[in-house]
């Protein structure tokens, strides 16, 4: 399978309260999808398409930094997983120590660099 040109608006993340979505591809699970409260956690499982253009990891991040900003604007805290570890936190609960000199953002909070790394090579 093969993906082009596709856009989600982000901000359909302020709208979601509570509940879980599970994707699969072929009976395997591929992404998790949990709204609880104000956590958002997206639980990348297996990536079983090809991407067409993607942007490189600084781009990714520094196009994150508004979506970030609006998620704790409405103190929403979006956590990405790689296969139930966490490796990367936007919005409210972001910590960013020192990933602040990467992404210029005080609402992104890395927390496995190799791990958001190798997410960054299948997005």
């Given amino acids: 399978m093969r993906m ?7 901000n359909f993340l302020s ?3 509570s509940g879980r979505l ?3 591809c072929n ?3 591929s992404i998790n999808f949990v709204a609880e409260g104000s956590s958002r956690i997206i639980d990348i499982i297996d990536i079983p398409i090809e ?5 490189g990891l600084i781009k990714q991040l ?6 970030a900003k609006n ?6 805290t979006l956590e990405i997983r790689l296969q139930g570890e966490t490796v990367l936190k936007l919005g409210e609960k972001a910590n960013p120590k020192l990933a602040k000199i990467v992404t210029l953002s005080n609402d992104i909070e890395i927390t496995d660099l190799r791990k958001l790394k190798k997410l960054s ?3």
């Fill in 4 to 10: 082009k040109d596709f856009d989600m608006p982000a």
């Fill in 15 to 17: 709208f979601l309260h």
């Fill in 22 to 24: 599970k994707i699969t």
């Fill in 27 to 29: 009976d395997a699970p």
């Fill in 51 to 55: 991407i067409e253009k993607r942007p």
């Fill in 62 to 67: 520094s196009e994150a930094k508004d979506l």
């Fill in 71 to 76: 998620l704790k604007q409405e103190n929403i």
């Fill in 121 to 123: 090579d299948v997005l």
